[in-house]
């Protein structure tokens, strides 16, 4: 009997390997092998699949690994190549639970034990339970644990927010470590927990849980902000020098009705708090690193920038929208690649002078604050939820 397929063959059949992805690779611009490049990593998938090459093989292995997983190659891709998906779907195969490394095992069986993760960090100090109009909000697993601060003053700004305590894990470190199937388990399971729209201060587990409960499901902090009229319009232009309103995160403008009732965030009660962010006297200068997931998959990277332009001097960082070597659990298997990826950013935030960097994912401010730690630097990382709630007091 022949083997089930490995990849969803109309993902892995899409590529047409004219490389407009490479230039957009961190891991390519590292080695400059092609192997290490989207366009490689899709000829070893073909070749896996095709029984070319052993899942053993090892350049399968590493290049499995070494990816960061960034999805950086998917907004770049002219064939709409689903990078994210397919990468889920190889290390599922590539990494059976034996031959994970065991600091990667205890972290994915603690991921949805509650006490477990609490007993990382200080328990009870996430936002409080509470009822309101609005849509539910989600207090991570790890960041309820490490960051604790980043929902209750999620709950400040969003006064119309539903917090439950009894809510697990989104699944996403489960899918990107090759539990794809048990990545989704708990998708469904938190969707169920939370049935409207899930709020959520991590844009890697926005990611995870729009694929897998649709888009509408899902916003994250700096989406809902403005998507309910908290925030000026900025009009202003891409980054990148494209026009603003042809993102993702415009055509998702349309998606903004709460999955219980179809109305819009600004009908729900979920108005922004007497506590919004107002323009201070002295604009701090403030830089802000992407989280890669939330801009490459959900499209959302102008609603921050619009935010910190409210409360301070938005400095734009040459490569804010470039992986900071957190990668979910990248720093953790990789520390040495995740740490030169980490320095040139570290780099960028130095030359920039900035007084913050703000991250919107509790894996990026980890990675960012450890850096800049590390080197006695003044510059402070920071949430969002924590800059907007401080800055606008
Ligand atoms: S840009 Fe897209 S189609 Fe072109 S090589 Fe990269 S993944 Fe393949
Ligand atoms: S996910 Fe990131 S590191 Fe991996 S191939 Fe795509 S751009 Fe390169």
Redesign the pocket.
């Known amino acids: 009997m022949s083997e089930p397929p490995i990849f969803t063959e109309e993902l892995l059949d899409?590529?047409?390997?004219?490389?407009?992805?490479?230039s957009a690779c961190p891991t390519y611009a590292l080695t400059g092998e092609e192997v290490s490049s989207?366009?490689g990593r899709?000829n070893l998938m073909r070749a896996l699949e095709e029984g070319r090459l052993p899942a053993d093989d090892p350049t399968l292995a590493e290049e499995s690994s070494f990816c960061l997983g960034c999805r950086a190659?998917e907004p770049?891709?002219?064939?709409g190549?689903q990078?994210g998906p397919l990468l889920e779907e190889w290390r599922a195969r590539q990494w059976p639970p034996r031959t994970r490394p065991l600091r990667l095992r205890g972290l994915l069986w603690a991921t949805n034990r509650r006490w477990r993760v609490r007993a990382l960090g200080l328990p009870r100090r996430h936002a409080r339970r509470r009822r309101g109009p609005g849509p539910w909000l989600m207090l991570g697993c790890f960041e309820r644990a490490l960051f604790p601060a980043v929902s209750r003053l999620a709950a400040r700004l969003v006064p119309g927010a539903r917090v439950v305590a009894r809510q697990g894990c989104c699944g996403a470190l489960h899918a990107h470590n090759g539990e794809l199937a048990r990545g989704h388990e708990l998708a469904r399971e938190l969707g169920e927990a939370l049935p409207g729209v899930i709020l959520t201060t991590s844009g890697g587990c926005a990611a995870h849980l729009a694929a897998v409960l649709g888009r509408d499901r899902v916003r994250e902090l700096s989406e809902w902000l403005v998507e309910s009229g908290a925030a000026a319009s900025s009009g202003g232009a891409r980054p990148d020098g494209a026009a603003a309103s042809t993102g993702a995160a415009a055509s998702t403008g349309a998606a903004a009705s709460t999955g219980e009732t179809g109305a819009r965030p600004s009908e729900t009660g979920a108005r922004p708090s007497e506590t919004w962010p107002r323009p201070s006297e002295t604009r701090p200068r403030v830089g802000l690193q992407d989280s890669c997931h939330l801009r490459n998959a959900n499209g959302v990277w102008r609603e921050p920038r619009e935010l910190i332009g409210r409360v301070a001097e938005y400095v734009e960082l040459p490569s804010a929208s470039r992986c900071c070597g957190a990668a979910g659990t990248y720093a953790l298997l990789r520390p040495r690649d995740s740490r030169v990826i980490l320095d040139a950013k570290l780099d960028e935030i130095a030359a920039a002078e900035v007084d913050y960097v703000v991250a919107v994912n509790p894996g990026c401010l980890r990675q960012l604050r450890q850096g800049l730690r590390r080197r006695g630097s003044a510059t402070r990382a920071i949430h969002l939820a924590e800059l907007l709630a401080t800055l606008g007091d």
Request: with cysteine; proline share 11%; glycine share 6%.
């Open positions: 899409r590529c047409i390997s004219c490389g407009f992805c490479l989207p366009r899709i190659c770049v891709c002219p064939a190549v990078y």
